[in-house]
């Protein structure tokens, strides 16, 4: 071999064993990439239908891919629908997802949080809400394995205003601003609140290395849906009444719409001191937050709402219940003294419960009220 082949043949080996040892290096960093990527499975079951969601880590953001939406756990409860089939509906729907997250989620954690038509379940029919979360939990297991994090629960509305004010805090970045959230079966007002009283509604949180304490109150049985039982139904908010009344008049139908009592609002389904359906009176301190936002059901009113639905028969969404629920909605931000033309936002509040357990947002001994239950929230051992 000539001098010139042997040094082609030095300088070739020495470019192989970099090359090599980059690939290596490369298929490490790959591996340490992959096995450190936290993804979470989230499953919003409210009351209309439950919602999935994969929040997946890229750096400092959390990327979400949407699933399909699947059946509300609740009617498997109070609409005697079928548990399995509401069960296997829930874990199948994992396959909807655009997400190959069995290959690329190392640190996986499900979360199935239930809000309030899972709440009123559990108030009426406690053994079967039981029997449910043991199903959905070990559909789960068969479906992800057990080596993922898994938490299967009814979380309180104190929770769901609080989640849903860091979703949008996250989007804001604002932490002095209320919150309004109307949801099917439930409603909750947030805001920030140093001068309240802690309790079962006001909590202290930490995020972001910032300490704060909020303010966060749910009424059972005043979501949009929900309102109609709970509240009754007055004639005169009948769909398309003013096109056969010619002297109706909105006035008609709020007056008739019953649930505050001077400074004080009507929580109908909650136990409050051991008494159901007591009236509560706001905080003084909301006077102190100017700024606004609107989430939930809100984000559908429109200003013509009344005259499509109440004054003529127009195109309405669920027409038999809209002229009730275009008056209801703007009687109940006036009672509460939120201004109709505050900002209108799109936020999920299953981030908000994220950013809340990755930041561990409330401290480990935060014990929680489980208001829709007499005898208090059902015994966790009993979900597994």
């Keep these: ?25 490369s298929i490490s960093e790959d591996n340490l990439e992959l096995k450190e990527k936290s ?66 989620c190392q640190n996986l954690s499900v979360r199935v949080y239930a809000t309030g038509g899972m709440r009123i379940a559990e108030q009426k029919y406690p053994q079967k809400s039981i029997k449910l979360w043991k199903k959905i939990r070990q559909a789960l297991i068969e479906k ?11 979380i309180t509305g104190f929770e769901e205003g609080l989640y849903a004010w860091l979703a949008l805090r996250e989007e804001k970045k604002d932490n002095n601003f209320g919150l309004v959230e109307m949801g099917g079966v439930s409603s909750q007002i947030v805001f920030p609140c140093s001068e309240c009283n802690l309790s079962s509604f006001v909590k202290k949180i930490n995020i972001n290395s910032i300490s704060l ?61 051991g008494i159901k359906s007591r009236y509560v009176f706001l905080s003084p301190y909301q006077k102190n937050i ?20 109440c004054f003529n028969k ?17 009687k109940y931000l006036s009672t509460l003294d939120i201004p109709l033309a505050s900002k209108k936002e799109d936020v999920s ?18 014990k929680f009220s489980c208001r829709w239950r007499k005898k208090g929230c059902l015994n966790e051992n009993s979900y597994l």
């Design 1 to 25: 071999m000539n001098k010139f082949s042997k040094k082609f043949s030095f300088l070739f080996l020495s470019f192989m064993l970099i090359f090599i040892s980059c690939s290596k290096i």
């Design 39 to 104: 993804c979470y499975i989230f499953y919003d079951a409210g009351s209309s239908g439950t919602r999935l969601y994969l929040y997946e880590k890229r750096e400092k953001d959390w990327i979400v891919h949407k699933g399909k939406k699947s059946s509300a756990l609740s009617d498997s409860i109070l609409k005697n629908k079928k548990i399995d089939t509401i069960v296997s509906e829930l874990a199948s729907s994992l396959d909807t997802l655009n997400y190959d997250w069995s290959k690329k």
């Design 144 to 154: 992800i394995g057990s080596s993922a994090d898994i938490v299967t629960r009814t």
């Design 213 to 273: 304490q909020l303010y966060s109150y749910s009424f059972l049985g005043l979501g949009q849906d929900e309102a109609i039982d709970s509240l009754g139904f007055p004639k005169s908010c009948v769909y398309g009444i003013g096109e056969k009344n010619k002297s109706w008049s909105e006035q008609n139908c709020s007056s008739n719409i019953h649930f505050n009592n001077k400074q004080s609002i009507l929580d109908p389904l909650n136990y409050i001191d």
């Design 290 to 309: 100017t700024h606004w936002y609107l989430t939930g059901a809100f984000k559908y009113i429109t200003e013509k709402d009344v005259e499509n639905c």
């Design 314 to 330: 127009g195109k309405c969404y669920q027409k038999d219940t809209s002229c009730f629920r275009a008056i209801y909605l703007k």
């Design 349 to 366: 509040w299953t981030k908000g419960a994220i950013i809340c357990e990755c930041e561990k947002c409330l401290p480990p001994q935060s």
